[in-house]
């Protein structure tokens, strides 16, 4: 019996969380610790158990965090499959009041189910004002601690930031594990990249190249795009220390390392303005290598033909669904024009490599490469600087 209603019909759910699969908290049970204690609890009441449901290394303070063990014992719940529930403590449960209101609402109808709420002391009679006053209290003190941990553990990593203390783990690229001192070596390389990108490089010739001569990341992995773009607009290349608020999302200037930086203020502002300046276009389709080269050739037309499929038509040998580029009357097209797709991507293919592989066009065609790789990084930086102005004038 509990508070004073016949419980043996139902069983009490069991549920467990911890906030990280591998804890370094020494007071912190693990979820198999927390379920065994609550099944000596229920065994000492003489209730019967019922579904353990388990949430390894979710917080149970932050609300994005999806908990679907939790979702399921609300649901077992709400539909009356269970009798009850039991936590090792209510901070297992839950840190958010809300959820805890979400329960306490239903109340009304559950009561005459003879709810019953657990932890491995206490005893929660949500039926009466008393028992939910303890649970509110219970709930509302669980989350007191959270936003005080959340908070001192923010003014921690803000301090260690202003001090250019690591607040990670990974060792950057750069420097020694301190992430202080330099790594001459990889320092030289930074630079090195800073410069062939402000020249006019493109970043996946960089990245084709550090592969190639086998510079790895300092987690040993080959560099991507992504990571290149990580490691060349990293703040600490040219000496800033920055914090980011995690309640306002701002990033802020708190300190600076000591020494010379590994690249100067002005190359590295400038490098981070080409990469802002940069914007992703739509893709272009695998089918069709023509797309926006080859056009109409009839009299006075000359529109470019567009990629369409041809389901009615054979289709090729090895099974894909039939192409062809066409001149497209919907888009100011003649429509008397259409080659089939392989075909001319063949041509076209074959008439490259004739013009590339001539000796003589490869002096041209790296000069012209590199002048139209220039001038697109000197739009991306005027690019960049009219978006700075824009946004200035936008604040005044």
């Known amino acids: 019996m509990l508070n004073g209603t016949d419980q043996t ?3 009490y759910d069991v549920y467990a969380r911890v906030s990280r699969v591998k804890s370094k908290k020494k007071n912190e049970p693990s979820t198999g610790g927390q379920v065994a204690i609550c099944c ?11 579904k353990v449901l388990v949430d390894p290394g979710r ?3 932050d609300p994005t965090v999806q908990r679907p063990a939790w979702d399921e014992l609300m649901d077992r719940l709400e539909r009356g499959v269970s009798g009850g529930f039991i936590v090792f403590d209510l901070e297992r449960f839950t840190r958010q009041p809300k959820d805890g209101e979400r329960m306490i609402e239903r109340m009304i109808e559950l009561a005459a189910r003879g709810l019953g709420v657990l932890d491995s002391e206490s005893e929660y009679d949500l039926t009466t004002p008393n028992g939910k006053k303890a649970f509110r209290d219970a709930i509302n003190a669980a989350a007191y601690y959270s936003d005080r941990l959340s908070t001192r553990s923010a003014r921690g990593k803000k301090l260690k930031a202003m001090a250019g203390e690591p607040n990670g783990s990974a060792r ?3 420097f020694e594990d301190d992430r202080v001192t330099q790594r001459e070596g ?13 020249d006019g490089e493109l970043p996946d ?9 086998e510079i790895p990341t300092t987690q040993g992995k080959p560099w991507t795009r992504p990571a290149l773009k990580m490691l060349l607009t990293r703040q600490r290349n040219c000496g800033r220390i920055i914090y980011t608020d995690p309640a306002s999302g701002l990033t802020s200037v708190v300190g600076r390392l000591p020494g010379d930086p590994i690249v100067s203020e002005e190359d590295f502002d400038r490098t981070t303005a080409i990469y802002a300046a940069r914007r992703r276009g739509r893709p272009s389709s695998p089918h069709y290598l023509c797309s926006s080269f080859a056009v109409c050739g009839q009299p006075g037309c000359g529109q470019i033909l567009h990629g369409r499929t041809r389901n009615g038509l054979k289709p090729y040998p090895d099974g894909s669904v039939s192409r062809s580029y066409w001149c ?3 888009s100011g097209g003649c429509g008397k024009t259409e080659v089939d797709q392989r075909a001319l991507d063949s041509a076209a293919r074959a008439l490259a490599i004739e013009i ?6 490869t002096d041209e065609i790296e000069h012209a490469a590199h002048e139209a790789a220039s001038e697109a990084v000197r739009l991306d930086i005027k690019i960049a600087e009219a978006e700075a102005v824009a946004e200035a004038l936008t604040d005044l």
């Open 59 to 61: 917080s149970a303070w």
């Open 205 to 213: 010739a960089l990245v084709a190249d550090l592969n190639t001569r």
């Open 328 to 330: 497209n009357p919907t």
């Open 186 to 198: 990889e320092a030289a390389v930074l630079r090195e990249l800073t410069t062939r990108l402000l």
């Open 172 to 174: 950057p690229f750069g």
């Open 40 to 50: 000596l609890r229920l065994a000492d009441l003489d209730l019967p158990e019922g």
């Open 9 to 11: 019909a139902k069983p």
């Open 356 to 361: 590339l592989s001539d000796t003589r066009n």
